[in-house]
Every structure is written in structure tokens, then in C-alpha cells.
């Protein structure tokens, strides 16, 4: 066969991962699948012409492309580097909760073999102006005529991964973050033809690669048999952030039930969120649906207490997590920087004892107001920077 038709091929193999899903003969899962492998194609676009020389902050997940459990508070962005080079990163530090950048050993980049973190790098430990710009070397050794903020990079290196946090979406101004390698010379050459074809197959194996990470996370959930319960993961190595603690599990809802999330807060935490993924294990439309909630948004009862609802219908609650008419799906807590790492319980309740579940004094969301609410929402969405 040519080239072409081998890497045609390779995508179609893809389907080869429907076998972890619950019912590989569900209609309805197997479109979902197929959806998740064009979605993966589509990522995967963006890091297979990666160059470690030209290196470039590309967007690694968004709201268009929200596999793999994507938080609906981070725009991220990753960059493929070469341990062995000198890179300058230069910009602004913005307004946002944290700027986290992860110095692994590779990521999931379409080049990329999967690789430990090596360095975790906080913005908010390095030099800023008067107008909050930075500058930051990454090199193995600091020059001698350096004077800014510089980090050892290990010659292992091979990928930089950037988080930034936010809770007022669309108000918080992005970091804005330039890198350029500046140990070889500015003379960018045409790829040739076998490396294009090389990165070309990298691209079509791609989906079956990163499809596999997600269906596979949701079959282990599975057979975990986290049906509305959670356990605890750092999520160390595994594409998490250093110093959290992750609550994870899978949702179920029975007609005419709703699930109560509730939980204790830390008494100190610098980022906590709660979201819903689908059983795919891609975040749940966070644009059109409150199907996430974090520490800016989210009610605290009067007891110090954070409770939500997770109900198919708006059960008239500030804290409901609409989960896009999906009965089944995954659930993630999150807290970061946190004193303490309180476990959220799950209860499945009638919905009409929801009210009896809940504090008295819970407040009443009307239909006007959830309206107003969810329009505010898709506007804060669009108005952060994405890609």
C-alpha cells in the first residue's frame, strides 16, 4: 500500500478502542467514540510538526477539543524543547489565580513518548516589572552574564506543559508567554520528506493513542465499580499538578433521583473546582451547561459547607451541575494548594426530598434567573483566551 493509504488505515484502526467501552454495541456509545477519535485527530494537529529548535505555546485541550477530563478553569497551552538547549521565555503574568508550567520528560504531544515530571515552575515566584513581565532562561547551565530568573532544565527535558488558573472567567487578564530557543541560530529549514511522512503516521496512530487513554480511564473506573462513590489520586506523573488531591469517580442517575455532592472546605486553599465528564471522558459543554463549579462560583452554605446537586433537571439550586442529559458520566474534585484534602460524600436521593437534604435556608434559583445566569456564563467562556 502507499503511504497514504498505510496511514488511513492506522485512523481506521482506531475503532479498535471501542472494545473498552461498556456496551461496544450501543449506537449511541459508538457514535460518541467515533466523535472522540475525529476530536483526536484534531489535537494531535497540533504537535506532530512540532520542532524542539522553533519551539511554540499551542493550545492542548479547549472547549472544542475537551477530551480527556479537560478543566473547564485552565486554558493550557504545551511547547516541545530539547533538554540539551537554552530557551528564553518572555512575557506578561496576567491576572489569573496561578500560571503553572510542568518541565516533563515528554507529554502527550503526537512526537511525544509519555514521560515524568521533572520540574514544576510557578509564575508566581518569578521577577516581575512594574508592568508584571518576566523573563525566564531555561538552560542546564546559568551564564554568567545572566541577570534573570533562571531554572536548570534537565537534558532529559522534552516537553513544557502550562496551566493557568482562573475564577472569574473573562475578567482575569491571560498571561501572555513567548519562548524562543536561543542557543542555535534564527535559520528554519523546510521539512523533508521524511519527516513529514514520519510525523504524518505519528498523526494518524495519534487517535488511537489518546482515544485509548480515555476510554481506558473510564474502564478502570469501571471496574473499579466507582459508581457514585470516589477515590483519591494525585495524579502524580500522570499529567496532574504537583500538591493536589484528586477526588474522582462515576456518576450514575435513576429516574426521578438526583446524587448530592457535599462536602468540607480547607481551611486554606489556593484553587478547588468541582466537574462532570461524559463517559467518553470528555468535559461535559462547560460553555452551554454549569457542569463545573469552582471556589468563585460556587455557593458555601452557612454552615462553611459546599453542596451541589447533580440532577438531569434544574432542580432551582445556585449549586446545581447540569450534566447535558447524560444519566452516566465521571466526576471530579479538586483541591490545590490546599491545607487539608477533605473527601466529598455521595448520597442518591429522591429529587423530591432534595429540599429536606438541603440547608433551610438554601436559596431558590428561578427559571428567569438560571436564564440570565447561564447566558452570563457562555459569555465569560468566549471572552477568556482559548487558543
Avoid at 90 to 101: D, I, K, P, T
Avoid at 148 to 167: C, E, M, P, V
Wanted: proline share 5%; aromatic share 10%.
Amino acid at each position: 500500500m502507499s503511504a497514504w493509504e498505510d496511514r488511513v488505515a492506522a485512523f481506521a484502526a482506531t475503532q479498535d478502542v471501542s472494545a473498552l467501552l461498556a456496551d461496544a454495541d450501543d449506537s449511541q456509545s459508538l457514535v460518541e467514540a467515533e466523535r472522540l477519535y475525529w476530536m483526536s485527530l484534531a489535537a494531535g494537529w497540533f504537535t506532530a510538526f512540532a520542532d524542539p529548535d522553533y519551539p511554540d505555546f499551542v493550545p492542548a485541550v479547549n472547549t472544542h477539543l475537551n477530551c480527556v477530563g479537560t478543566n473547564p478553569d485552565f486554558v493550557y497551552a504545551t511547547a516541545s524543547i530539547d533538554g540539551a538547549g537554552s530557551y528564553l521565555l518572555s512575557g506578561e503574568r496576567g491576572e489569573c489565580l496561578f500560571v503553572l508550567m510542568d518541565v516533563t520528560a515528554g507529554g502527550l504531544g503526537v512526537m511525544d513518548t509519555p514521560g515524568p515530571s521533572l520540574d514544576l515552575i510557578d509564575f508566581d515566584t518569578l521577577t516581575l516589572d512594574e508592568r508584571g513581565r518576566f523573563s525566564l532562561l531555561l538552560s542546564a547551565e546559568k551564564p554568567e552574564d545572566w541577570e534573570g530568573d533562571w531554572r536548570k532544565l534537565d537534558t532529559s527535558a522534552r516537553s513544557l506543559s502550562i496551566r493557568q488558573a482562573s475564577y472569574d472567567w473573562g475578567e482575569d487578564r491571560e498571561a501572555r508567554i513567548a519562548i524562543e530557543r536561543i542557543d542555535k541560530p534564527h535559520r528554519r529549514n523546510r521539512f523533508s520528506e521524511a519527516d513529514i511522512n514520519e510525523r504524518l503516521t505519528a498523526l494518524a496512530d495519534y487517535p488511537k493513542r489518546l482515544s485509548g487513554m480515555a476510554l481506558g480511564f473510564i474502564a478502570g473506573q469501571r471496574k473499579k465499580d466507582l459508581w457514585n462513590r470516589l477515590e483519591h489520586d494525585d495524579w502524580a506523573g500522570q499529567g496532574g499538578v504537583q500538591g493536589q488531591h484528586y477526588f474522582q469517580g462515576l456518576f450514575r442517575l435513576e429516574p426521578g433521583k438526583a446524587l448530592l455532592l457535599e462536602s468540607d472546605l480547607p481551611e486554606q486553599v489556593r484553587y478547588w473546582n468541582v466537574q462532570l465528564s461524559d463517559m467518553m471522558w470528555n468535559s461535559i459543554d462547560w460553555m452551554n451547561h454549569q457542569s463545573s463549579l469552582n471556589g468563585g462560583q460556587a455557593h458555601i452554605d452557612n454552615d462553611g459547607r459546599f453542596r451541589a446537586v447533580i440532577a438531569l433537571e434544574d432542580p432551582g439550586v445556585p449549586n446545581w451541575l447540569d450534566p447535558g442529559g447524560h444519566a452516566e458520566g465521571a466526576l471530579m474534585v479538586r483541591w490545590t494548594g490546599a491545607s487539608s484534602g477533605p473527601e466529598p460524600c455521595l448520597k442518591l436521593i429522591e429529587v423530591e426530598d432534595l429540599k429536606t437534604q438541603l440547608p433551610k435556608d438554601t436559596p431558590t434559583v428561578s427559571p428567569e434567573q438560571r436564564e440570565t445566569q447561564l447566558r452570563a456564563r457562555r459569555r465569560s467562556v468566549q471572552l477568556r483566551r482559548r487558543w
